[in-house]
């Protein structure tokens, strides 16, 4: 059973088009982080969130985290070519590792 | 700048020849993890250390050891490898006080098994 579910799994969009991936749960997380990973690199993280409705913006990437802290999800507003690779959410829970979703590979076309 | 930092950034090992994969870190950082990626597919965590405190997780393979001989190292060792071990190893690093929260990645070490 996997504990974070992302969707949509992969996504193929055109330069400038605007975008949203989700991932949810039915568990309630201490904080939840994103993160991109690009090709043949380690995950770099984007931005962590911790309070239940915070909404961080991060230049053209808009990240919310839930009321009830289950879920988030991250826009990207006229999405670029650069953005291109796969996304990961993180949830926290408790004093253990982080717990990772299986990623939405998001592929952005010139 | 710190970074957490990964050697070989590419390995080619023989089914069943040992491999050792390394991580160190400059970020003084309590704790360190193993994680196995395959293609297109999330992290999976092997094991990490809070310290030299060694937790194993339930489904990791007995054929992956790690060590952790002082807080800026960590190895990872397959004693015989499998096809199946052909994957990304990443190693990452957290500090004590958000055990569980943002981890700092390495480049990985893309491992292939012939």
């Known amino acids: 059973t996997q504990l974070l579910e992302q969707s949509p799994q992969f996504l193929s969009i055109q330069e400038g088009e605007n975008l949203t991936v989700y991932c949810n749960s039915s568990?309630?997380?201490?904080?939840l982080q994103w993160y991109r990973q690009e090709p043949g690199e380690g995950p770099v993280l984007l931005v962590t969130v911790v309070t239940g409705g915070e909404v961080k913006k991060l230049k053209r990437l808009t990240f919310q985290f839930g009321d009830a802290r289950k879920d988030s999800s991250l826009h990207i507003t006229a999405a670029q070519p650069g953005d291109t690779g796969l996304y990961l959410c993180a949830g926290a829970l408790g004093n253990t590792p982080l717990v990772f979703g299986k990623g939405t590979r998001l592929s952005v076309i010139a | 700048d710190a970074m957490v930092i990964q050697n070989p950034r590419y390995q080619v090992t023989q089914f069943g020849k040992p491999v050792t994969l390394s991580c160190s870190q400059t970020?003084?950082?309590?704790?360190m993890y193993w994680y196995q990626q395959k293609s297109s597919q999330a992290p999976k965590l092997l094991f990490h250390?809070?310290?030299?405190?060694?937790?194993n997780e339930a489904d990791t393979p007995d054929n992956f050891q790690s060590r952790r001989p002082n807080t800026s190292f960590c190895f990872l060792d397959i004693r015989s490898p499998g096809l199946g071990d052909a994957a990304m190893y990443l190693c990452?690093?957290?500090?004590?006080?958000?055990?569980?929260?943002?981890?700092?990645f390495g480049p990985g070490t893309r491992l292939t098994v012939l």
């Open positions: 970020l003084n950082h309590n704790v």
């Open positions: 568990s309630v997380f201490s904080s």
């Open positions: 250390y809070y310290d030299k405190d060694f937790n």
């Open positions: 990452a690093t957290s500090t004590r006080r958000s055990f569980g929260g943002e981890q700092f």
